[in-house]
């Protein structure tokens, strides 16, 4: 059974910054991407950033070369940096790991952030 352990979540400021991490314990996928999604009330969930196994990364519209995601595969954890963050920002953000072909997947149940202008 896999579990996925979000913190990191808050009220920030605009123009401030956080980091989430997450932390994946149980049998998760030999290779796999692992990362964040995000959903604000009435909105669809989304994309922000998630890496390969080997490093690959992607990012989603939203991120706009504000934030930054990292991986320490040895402690199966993930991180996001979110620097410059904006009211838009606000949302709940959600770790996520999926295998490679996208047949799998696992969620955390999600972290706050908050950005007050």
């Known amino acids: 059974q896999v579990q996925l352990v979000e913190s990191g979540g808050g009220l920030v400021q605009a123009g401030g910054s956080l980091r989430l991490s997450c932390v994946a314990s149980?049998?998760?996928?030999?290779?796999?991407?692992m990362g964040w999604y995000r959903q604000a009330p009435g909105n669809q969930r989304e994309l922000v950033a998630r890496?390969?196994?080997?490093?690959?990364?992607n990012n989603g519209d939203s991120v706009k070369g504000r934030f930054t995601i990292s991986r320490e595969y040895a402690k199966n954890t993930v991180y996001l940096q979110m620097n410059n963050l904006k009211p838009e920002d606000t949302s709940v953000y959600y770790c996520?790991?999926?295998?490679?072909?996208?047949?799998?997947?696992?969620w955390g149940q999600g972290t706050q952030v908050t950005v007050s202008s």
């Open positions: 996520n790991v999926q295998n490679w072909g996208g047949e799998d997947e696992y």
């Open positions: 149980g049998n998760i996928f030999s290779r796999n991407y």
């Open positions: 890496m390969s196994t080997t490093g690959i990364t």
